[in-house]
């Protein structure tokens, strides 16, 4: 079964070939006939409602881009009157009572909200085994010669396999530290962090508050592009909104490489680097100079602050954040409590997991009497460090490459034992977030044993149209980005 992308999609809308009722019940008919566990929820009547709304739109003259289009959205992002539980046992039968921005922008494009996908609880991991909804398994599972499940990566796992495996043409996601580009790289998927504040935050469950950011899965560049646009955008009920001028994202793709100047970070490509990402990241580079560009090793020297630094952040902003589930207003409530303080602690214990747990508790010290300058304070000063090594890094390149991961896609269970290592997933896609820049994982190729690598791609702050034209230009000249897995052919069966 071929890729199908978003660009196709809307060229066959909009030329009659299929309508967005047809297509959209096509997608719900290959949700169901699945068992990857990627959707937590799929409203039905919502979606064929919506697919409807558009048609007639469509039928009366109205054009936009996506009209009509299905696309799947993270269980992070409330929409109005659906279950949002973002992974969460606490959150299992809460109701949202208004709709995300950037949904509400899609929405506004005439684009169809299929269903809420699976996700790590409240973004918090790499691997989509925190979710209380269970295990998301990642469509490649099937394509190697072992039949151990394998996982997807997270928070946004559930995205990644649900556009993997064709359940849905493309995907919302959020990254904190990886959280698209870790599944992309995983799941042989394009997936781009755009700057802190392009897409509002707005009705989009918070983890860390100066680090998360929303952003698009797809099988392409040119489909990251176009969905990019419905979602961002200046939102004044997010004060971390940034006020720019609309943009276009498509406008260029097509310019020339030329001339183009890529950086190699040599702390990027060490000890734990898997070494046949490095030779597909290697093969890249040599696409790369095909296309006129120019390589130069350079430095992050602070490169290896940016773990601790972020594992002090995060959790400190998330205990922070998560402190309003407690039971009192929404959300699960402990049936049996003998008084305030016990119904607090019994709800909190009950209704949250061992990760998110592990991080409340890890934020609450950090940012305990005592310990705030020890900790946050010198996090906050590592963050400047690492900011200012891309800083100085963009003097020199246009555009820095590297790995996505250290690994491919690796075997469920095998590593929830060990948090550490866990994290270390995240080791080049982290310093990104902390310094808030753009950045992109894109198909590189596969390891010996048939697994997707990603590579990743970082540009300076607002260059995101730049971005996407350098990861179009590459999938022009290969074709990693059109593999699928073989479960894409069984009807979504992994």
């Known amino acids: ?75 992070i992002f409330c929409i109005k009157g659906t279950q949002t539980t973002c992974g969460s046992k606490i959150l299992e039968n809460f109701t949202a009572p208004y709709t995300a921005t950037v949904v509400e922008n899609m929405h506004q494009h005439g684009v169809v909200s299929l269903g809420k996908t699976n996700m790590d609880e409240f973004a918090m991991g790499s691997s989509n085994e925190t979710s209380y909804f269970g295990n998301v398994i990642n469509p490649w599972s099937s394509s190697t010669s072992d039949t151990t499940a394998l996982v997807p990566g997270g928070s946004s796992g559930g995205s990644a396999a649900a556009v ?23 799941c042989n998927l394009t997936g781009i962090k755009p700057s802190y504040g392009r897409c509002s935050r707005y009705g989009m469950i918070a983890f860390a508050s100066s680090l998360d950011q929303a952003g698009p899965m797809t099988h392409t560049a040119e489909d990251a592009a176009l969905l990019l646009n419905t979602m961002a955008g200046f939102d004044a009920k997010d004060s971390t909104s940034l006020d720019v001028p609309a943009e276009d994202f498509s406008a260029q793709l097509g310019d020339s490489l030329e001339g183009l100047k890529i950086g190699l970070p040599k702390e990027y490509f060490g000890d734990g680097l898997d070494a046949d990402i490095a030779e597909l990241v290697e093969n890249a580079i040599k696409e790369y100079e095909k296309l006129g560009a120019t390589v130069k090793e350079i430095s992050l020297p602070n490169s290896e602050l940016a ?29 049996q409590y003998s008084d305030l303080v016990d119904m607090y602690t019994k709800t909190r214990t009950e209704g949250f997991g061992d990760e ?14 005592g310990y705030y300058d020890a900790y946050y304070a010198q996090a906050q000063k590592l963050r400047r460090l690492i900011s200012n090594d891309f800083t100085a ?24 034992d060990d948090p550490v290592s866990m994290y270390l997933n995240d080791i080049y896609t982290i310093p990104v977030n902390l310094a808030g820049l753009p ?29 996407l034209n350098i990861a179009h230009q590459y999938q022009q000249a290969t074709d990693w980005h059109t593999q699928a897995p073989q479960s894409v052919s069984n009807g979504g069966q992994a």
Not at 13 to 34: A, C, F, M, P, W
Not at 356 to 369: E, N, P, Q, T
């Open 356 to 369: 998110v747990k592990r991080r409340i508790m890890i934020g609450a010290y950090a940012l305990s009497s």
């Open 393 to 416: 890094a963009f003097k020199e390149c246009d555009v820095i490459l590297g790995p996505t991961t250290p690994s491919p896609a690796f075997a469920a269970g095998s590593r929830t």
């Open 307 to 335: 773990l601790p630094s972020y594992y002090v952040i995060a959790p400190a902003e998330a205990s922070s954040n998560l402190s309003r589930f407690d039971g009192v207003r929404y959300g699960m409530r402990t049936e």
């Open 1 to 75: 079964m071929t890729i199908t992308t978003l660009a196709q999609l809307s060229a066959d809308l909009d030329s009659g070939k299929i309508s967005s009722v047809e297509l959209t019940q096509h997608y719900i008919d290959r949700v169901d006939n699945s068992n990857h566990n990627a959707f937590i929820s799929i409203n039905k009547e919502q979606a064929l409602a919506q697919a409807k709304a558009a048609d007639d739109k469509r039928a009366s003259g109205e054009a936009s881009s996506l009209l009509g289009v299905p696309v799947a959205q993270k269980d």
């Open 439 to 467: 950045a992109a994982s894109i198909p590189a190729g596969f390891t010996k044993a048939g697994l997707p690598a990603g590579l990743h791609l970082i540009t300076p702050y607002l260059q995101e149209a730049k971005l």
């Open 164 to 186: 993997a495996a064709q359940l849905a043409p493309a995907a919302t996601g959020t990254d904190t530290g990886g959280s698209i580009r870790q599944p992309a790289a995983f």
